[in-house]
């Protein structure tokens, strides 16, 4: 157990539908990581937050967003859902760079996401 | 445009036997991290290496960075069946870090 949780488990839902996915850093993590896991395109950097504010953003799509509040856990709301965002979708924390010097990250168990 | 090559891509061995995975690069990476992760779980951290030409060992499982640090190996002796699973590299470069593409490790008893 990493100490990171994600909600929910599963969530199927229509083309066009909009859902929200929510991540609970581990316990003392300012850093909260989205990744996006699919077949054909592996284990993609999606944007990092750090203690509330956007940190770095990688290959998000503009219909992709994501906050994280002050109690630091964090939700990436996904819009105008397509087919093609079916995927695996994992939060992780790290203490980079607050406490720490290496970008070791934790990985929760992740979120299935299938749209029909 | 890939950062990380991971190969191979796949590698089916037998129980018992040696193997290692290579994960190159053509960028240089403050650290370098190696990640396991079973179907349907999140990537676990195995080893962080940092300095150039650093080795680590963890168990049966010997991590090594290049000096240059842009390149890293796995090398894992007399595998076992609970090894089975994908094996991800990942090289930090400003706080981001890029995944390679991984392997997929089966061992058969």
């Known amino acids: 157990d990493s100490g990171v949780t994600q909600t929910p488990k599963h969530l199927i839902t229509a083309t066009g539908q909009r859902v929200t996915l929510r991540c609970s850093p581990r316990s003392g993590d300012l850093s909260v990581y989205w990744y996006q896991q699919s077949l054909d395109q592996g284990l993609q950097f999606l944007i990092q937050?750090?203690?509330?504010?956007?940190?770095a953003k990688g290959n998000i799509l503009e219909r992709f967003s994501a906050q994280q509040f002050p109690d630091l856990h964090s939700e990436l709301n996904l819009s105008s859902l397509e087919l093609g965002d079916s995927a695996l979708y994992f939060c992780a924390s790290s203490s980079y760079p607050g406490t720490s010097v290496d970008n070791e990250q934790f990985f929760g168990p992740g979120t299935r996401l299938t749209v029909l | 445009t890939q950062l990380l090559e991971q190969s191979p891509q796949f590698l089916s061995i037998q129980e018992g036997e040696n193997l290692t995975v290579y994960c190159n690069s053509s960028?240089?990476?403050?650290?370098l991290q190696w990640y396991r992760q079973e179907p349907g779980e999140g990537p676990v951290l195995l080893v962080t290496?940092?300095?150039?030409?650093e080795v680590k060992k963890l168990k049966r499982l010997t991590f090594q960075f290049g000096d240059a640090r842009k390149d890293s190996s796995l090398h894992i002796t007399a595998a076992q069946p609970g090894d089975t699973g994908l094996y991800l590299c990942a090289g930090d470069q400003g706080g981001k870090l890029i995944f390679g593409q991984g392997t997929e490790l089966s061992v058969k008893p």
């Open positions: 937050y750090y203690n509330g504010e956007e940190r």
């Open positions: 960028s240089v990476f403050s650290s």
């Open positions: 290496v940092v300095t150039g030409g």
